[in-house]
Structures are given as C-alpha cells and as structure tokens.
C-alpha cells in the first residue's frame, strides 16, 4: 500500500483565495483524521471522521474551515477565505484499530 | 482533558550518547501512550507505544515503560546515532473516542552530532 497520500505537497496562495487540500486514506481503514502542525500551537486535532462521518469537529478554528468525506478513500479540507494565520503544516491520519498512519503533509503558506 | 507535557528542545547530543526524552501526562481512565517520530518534510510515524501499566514499549533501540504511580513514559535510547535527529512526539489515546485518537505533546526535537 502506498500509505496515506496528501496534495499538493506544497501550497502558496493569496489571502482571500480558497484553498482545497486533499487526502487519500489507507485503503481498509475506518478513521481519518486532520491535524494541523505549527511551531507555536504544536499538533493540532482539527477534525475527524468514522467510516466517512464526523465525529468531532471541535478543534475546527473557525467557519472558515471546513472538512467532508464523500466516500471512504478521499477527504478533503477547505479554508475559504484564507488568511495569513492559516500557514501551517496540514496532516491528515487514517487509522485502523490502534495503528495511525500519517500522510506526509501539505505545507500551506498563505501570504 | 486529557494532556502530554514533555521537555523542551533542541536536546543536543553527541553520537553513542544517552538519550532521554521525558514525558508525562494527564488523562481520566487508562490511556495508551505511545511516541512518535517526525524525520525532516515527512509525516509523523509510529516508534513505540505502551497500552497498559509496567508495560516497555521498545523499537530500533529505543525503550519506554508506562509508569502509571507517575504518570510518566519517559523515551531513551543507549547510544544514539546522528540518524536519529528528529522530532520526537509523545501522545496518550483517548478511548472514548475510538479509532486512535491521540492527543500530542509539543515535540521534542533531536540533534545528534558526530
């Protein structure tokens, strides 16, 4: 199995813009999680999901972000608008049973 | 809710030395804990992991022994390698929420020197 697979790798947009990053899950498994990684706040929880429905969105920052799963081998997570505050490093997880698999990341700038 | 502090980096070290990363946490219940590691541009990845009391997780030389009287599961590794420089992440799982949901320390990052 190719493990968890993320785009773009790389994303620099304009404040305002929409961005869509994207996540393909471990074929199998039944979780899918979003975390966002930055220097001062660490690993984040944003979002995740059972068998393609959210669970818990509580660490979602604000209306601007939103996440969906339309079936069990993609996801994708919207930050509409964007805004400078958004730059970090978005991980999304799939997991089954006790084991988690992290995606590589996509690195989101947003000037 | 439930927490993980560890230490603050960089830990600086030279190659073959002792390594220890402490960590302690804070959850209602018996959570499993676990420590992972994040190499340069790559996702995180599983190292070891301890799921009940006394239990030593172990991989590539690296031990930690879920101390449940102080809540502590502290990393270490005999002779470290420069290969090993990297972040390294302690993280307790939340059972209630199922499918491995883990809440992260802040991370530790690793540098080993030659």
């Known amino acids: 199995d190719a493990g968890v697979i993320q785009s773009p790798r790389h994303e620099v947009t304009e404040m305002g813009q929409e961005v869509t990053l994207r996540c393909k899950p471990i074929s199998g498994h039944d979780y899918l999680f979003w975390y966002r990684q930055t220097m001062m706040r660490g690993l984040e929880l944003l979002i995740y999901f059972n068998n393609n429905v959210p669970i818990d969105d509580s660490g979602m920052p604000e209306d601007r972000f939103s996440a969906k799963m339309p079936n069990a081998s993609f996801s994708t997570l919207k930050i509409q608008p964007s805004e400078p505050r958004d730059s970090a490093v978005y991980f999304c997880a799939s997991s089954f049973r006790d084991k988690l698999f992290f995606g590589s990341g996509t690195q989101l700038s947003v000037l | 809710g439930n927490s993980v502090t560890q230490m603050e980096g960089p830990v600086t070290l030279s190659e073959e030395a002792f390594l220890t990363i402490n960590c302690t946490y804070t959850a209602t219940g018996y959570p499993s804990l676990f420590w992972y590691v994040q190499y340069p541009g790559e996702g995180l990845q599983l190292l070891l992991k301890?799921?009940?009391?006394?239990d030593k997780g172990s991989n590539k030389g690296f031990e930690a022994t879920y101390r449940k009287e102080t809540t502590s599961f502290h990393l270490e590794k005999g002779s470290v390698q420069v290969s090993d420089s990297a972040v390294y992440f302690c993280?307790?799982?939340?059972?209630?929420?199922?499918?491995?949901?883990?809440?992260f320390g802040t991370g530790t990052q690793l540098k080993v020197e030659l």
């Open positions: 993280a307790l799982s939340d059972r209630t929420g199922g499918g491995n949901k883990l809440t």
């Open positions: 301890a799921t009940k009391a006394d």
